[in-house]
């Protein structure tokens, strides 16, 4: 048996000490007492027996977040080289990267090296604690070792301090080497001070506010979206400076307003930046995206009523969240999804959910389903959804898919490969086909290989698992192979329908083989060919993808963004089936929604054709088809604090009929988009301001009106487009606060809910990570990290060969600490016992001896005292001899039950 603390043994003289005067006149108890100091000793001592596992576990905790120098990764990674060096044969390495959150790198393992690959970390952060929790659950119990923590000290969390000593507990001692940073002052901009709403042309204040450690010379620029609007020079003096500006702003909308400094000598130039956002205000305003830009009968009746309108191309519209708040509402009318500037479907989703908008989409042969809206982030706001149920179906399809597995295929998109995503999509087309429908699935490298034989589909959960479970096995994409193998399949199809469809590498299609001839002898049979290439129409093979889909009398999309493959699958399948758009007059029935979009002329016209889509469970009906489909023609719904509408009729086309020359138009769709605009609530007032990483909303009303604050409900939305709940607390009658956290730099932005109608929160502003903030004390990360090592025994700025030394005999799985424990507290109980009951020690039986002598000197006693009790000065006969013989009896008496 060994021992952790040896050194706990120091205290037995003190104990011994205070234990001499404890022990007698009771031998039981102070035997009890004795037990349980020496065992209480022993356990602080942590006794253990030599395991079987011999070595130690060095596990390197290396700080990812922003602050750190540049050229620490480097010399952080040379180090732990030299580590390597120094250690045992049995001893294993680990590491651990941390940022806000922390990561494992490497388990612990003896033959280390850095990994080329490392997790994704949140860089807006700090937290040591976590990274030392997640440090020391690597090193098994019972085995030696030690953490070495790289970092500048500039923790976030919580208390780094109580994490090390929590390993400390488990025997871990903490090395920690601080991440030098150049010599230098810094210069920060901590404020850019501005109005969070102005009118339009309204002139207004902007004020910097400027720290420097030292005082000296900067130039500095101030840009308003982007556009470098004014420049200057300044002297800045040590401490606190501030510069005044005068803007005015002449676009309605969010403007955002960059303020920049440089000076020499600067040693953390990431927040030589402001940041700050500004609403300028004016009538209420909506967005038309039209088919070219075009103005049509729907965007002139509109602006005729005196609705501020503006009308876009789709390529062209302001669809980021910037963009949209200077609307109140979007009307995307028959306008294809992937005519869209990229991200503008998520965004717009976002703006209506979560800001506050209204959201129309009209009917044609460009819109829903067919116009790839299908699976996309504007189904979702929208209160239809456009899958292909049975009822649409007039005739069955054959469709063969062929997936590029090749080696380019295992790159990763946000945490999936491009493999998966494209497997999503074929699966997504296969869930829009029904039991009559057939399909056939290839996964092609250099050769064509049958994944999903040709069969109808009547278990698409089943078909979905398969195609899900392709995985990319390397080489190229062999395209003349796949179009040979898929065309044989389908020659066997029942159907009259058939079609092919291609997903190919943009820059990566080998082989194409004979296609010129091939594939028109396709189209010829009545198969037709489809193409679906990653990357863009610029990339080398993309002029071959669109060859092949042109002699096939398919369609040929490119995607850039391999996360839109599922939406681009399931557009191909909805425009093939060819049963999203109804081309017949159509009726139409008004439905009791109707009454909840306001006062609308209920004597709507018949249509020339209609957009198929299916009403949501939770939406509302205001119009409906009378046909054989029921289909609705006319929904809407509140969706999060947003409005959302879905029009059916195409507005202005062929299928809009008599709805082209119905008199009441203007009235109806006038008060369809007042609907969606809805209002403003009155009588509130709302500021944010920034403290440090933390917004801070205030809504405020009369106290008189407190009530209409009860039913508040918020959301914000931060600058990576993640929404959150606004958590309001009453700070006074009519008053509310909130506290946005700001994790990262950018724009926050918010709306509420107040009194049914929805307000448009102030945007907040962080203009560089919160690593970047100037420290109070530019000294408290090295006074950290040498408390951490302090406190769990370790060193500060260490050589390898001293992190790499220490006791390396592992522990037995045996807790001997916790025996004794238990052990000390079973003595305390008998002490408890003892001294409650009076036990005592047995005594020993007197020898016949001594019981006689103990009976002759009782005896004499009672003789002695009777002869006293006579008259004083007479002696007795015999009262001098009966004394001497009670002594010798009691001698005896002594000397017997001094014998065992």
């Known amino acids: ?100 959150d922390a990561r494992v790198e490497r388990v612990p393992t003896a033959d280390f090296h850095w990994p080329d690959v490392v997790h994704e970390l949140d860089a807006d952060g700090s937290d040591l604690a976590a990274a030392v929790h997640a440090a020391a659950a690597l090193v098994p119990p019972g085995r030696q070792g030690s953490l070495l923590v790289w970092s500048d000290g500039e923790a976030t969390g919580e208390s780094a301090l109580a994490a090390a000593r929590a390993a400390a507990r488990r025997g ?101 930046r402001g940041l700050a956002a500004v609403r300028a205000t004016a009538a209420p305003r909506l967005l038309c995206v039209t088919p070219g830009g075009r103005e049509d009968r729907l965007t002139r009746t509109l602006r005729l009523s005196g609705l501020a309108v503006d009308v876009t191309a789709p390529a062209a519209a302001p669809l980021t969240l910037a963009g949209l708040d200077a609307y109140r509402a979007v009307v995307l009318e028959d306008v294809p999804a992937a005519d869209l500037p990229t991200g503008a479907m998520r965004a717009l989703a976002s703006w209506v959910k979560d800001l506050g908008g209204g959201l129309l989409m009209t009917g044609g042969r460009a819109s829903f389903g067919v116009g790839g809206y299908h699976r996309s982030p504007v189904e979702d706001v929208l209160p239809v959804t456009m899958e292909i149920r049975d009822e649409q179906r007039r005739f069955g399809l054959a469709m063969a898919i062929a997936l590029d597995r090749s080696g380019s295929m295992r790159a990763e998109v946000g945490g999936e490969t491009k493999m998966a995503l494209a497997d999503r999509g074929a699966a997504a087309a296969i869930d829009l086909l029904s ?110 993808l669109r060859e092949i889909a042109a002699l096939g009398n398919g369609r040929c999309q490119f995607v850039a963004n391999a996360a839109e493959l599922p939406r681009v699958f399931a557009q191909e399948t909805i425009q093939v089936a060819r049963s999203s758009v109804v081309e017949a007059t159509t009726k139409v029935l008004v439905r009791p929604g109707l009454d909840g ?34 289909a609705p023609l006319l929904a809407h719904w509140q969706i999060g604090l947003g409005r959302a509408a879905a029009c059916l009729a195409e507005v202005d086309g062929a299928l809009s009929g008599a709805l082209a020359t119905w008199p009441r138009y203007g009235d109806f769709f006038v008060t369809l988009a007042r609907w969606l605009v809805g209002g403003q609530p009155p009588g509130v007032f709302v500021a944010a301001r920034r403290q440090g990483a933390v917004g801070e909303i205030t809504v405020e009303v009369d106290a008189a009106r407190a009530a209409v604050l009860d039913g508040v409900r918020g959301v914000v939305t931060a600058p990576d487009g993640r929404a959150s709940d606004l958590v309001f607390a009453s700070a006074a009658p009519g008053r509310l606060v909130a506290h946005v956290p700001l994790r990262s730099a950018g724009i926050y932005r918010g709306a509420a809910t107040i009194g ?70 079973l003595a305390m109980l ?29 005896a004499g006693n009672k003789a002695a005292g009777a002869s006293s009790a006579s008259s004083a000065g007479t002696p007795t006969s015999g009262g001098t001899a009966i004394p001497g013989l009670l002594g010798t009896l009691d001698k005896a008496r002594r000397r017997a039950e001094r014998r065992p």
Do not use: C
């Not at 540049?70 to 952080?76: K, M, N, S, V, Y």
């Not at 901590?190 to 207004?204: C, K, R, T």
């Not at 037709?528 to 290439?533: D, E, Y």
């Not at 008998?830 to 009782?858: K, M, N």
């Open 597 to 630: 979009l306001g006062d609308l002329p209920r004597d709507v016209p018949p249509l020339a054709g209609y957009s198929i889509a299916w009403l949501r469970r939770t939406a509302e009906e205001a119009l409906r088809a009378d046909d054989d489909y029921h």
């Open 172 to 272: 871990l001692r903490v090395d920690t080497v601080l991440a030098t940073r150049a010599l230098g002052h810094d210069i920060a901009v901590v404020e850019l001070s501005l109005p969070a709403q102005v009118a339009v042309g309204e002139p207004f204040a902007i004020g910097a506010v400027v720290t420097a450690d030292a005082p000296g010379p900067v130039t500095w620029q101030l840009s308003v979206d982007g556009e470098v609007v004014r420049r200057g020079e300044a002297t800045l003096v040590a401490g606190r400076n501030v510069l005044q500006f005068q803007r005015r702003l002449l676009a309605v909308g969010e403007h955002e307003l960059h303020f920049a400094v440089q000076g020499r000598g600067d040693v953390r130039p990431e927040n030589d």
């Open 1 to 100: 048996m060994q021992f952790v603390h040896p050194e706990a043994f120091l205290l037995l003289p003190l104990l011994a000490l205070w234990l001499r005067r404890r022990l007698w006149p009771h031998p039981l108890l102070g035997l009890l007492r004795v037990a349980v100091v020496l065992l209480v000793l022993t356990m602080f001592a942590e006794p253990y027996v030599t395991g079987a596992d011999p070595g130690r576990d060095v596990v390197v905790v290396v700080d990812a977040s922003r602050s750190m120098p540049d050229g620490e990764l480097a010399r952080a990674q040379e180090f732990v080289r030299e580590l390597a060096g120094e250690l045992a044969a049995d001893d294993r390495l680990g590491l651990v990267r941390f940022g806000r």
């Open 830 to 858: 008998g002490e408890i016992l003892v001294r409650r009951f009076d036990w005592r020690l047995p005594q020993r039986t007197p020898s016949p001896v001594a019981t006689v002598a103990a009976d002759v000197h009782q």
């Open 435 to 544: 039991a009559m429908d057939s399909v056939v699935v290839f996964a092609v490298d250099q050769a064509a290989h049958e994944v999903v034989p040709l069969q109808p589909v009547n278990d698409k959960q089943a078909l979905g698992a398969t195609v899900r479970a392709i995985e990319s096995e390397g080489g190229g994409i062999y395209v003349g192979a796949a179009l040979h193998a898929a065309a044989e399949a389908l020659a066997l199809a029942r159907q009259q329908n058939r079609h092919l469809v291609l997903f190919a590498d943009a820059s990566d299609s080998e082989e194409p083989g004979d296609y010129r001839s091939f594939v028109p002898s396709l189209a010829a049979a009545g198969i037709t060919v489809s193409v679906i290439g990653l990357g863009s129409d610029a990339d080398s093979d993309a002029a071959l």
């Open 756 to 825: 049914g109608e929805v307000l448009r929160l102030p945007p907040l502003a962080l203009p560089y990570s919160p690593e970047f903030a100037p420290p109070p004390d530019e000294r408290a990360g090295e006074r950290l990290l040498r408390d951490v090592a302090r406190a769990t025994g370790g060193t500060f700025a260490p050589m390898p060969g001293a992190v790499a030394a220490g006791p390396r005999d592992s522990r037995g799985a045996v807790d001997l600490g916790a025996w004794f424990a238990v052990a000390a507290l």
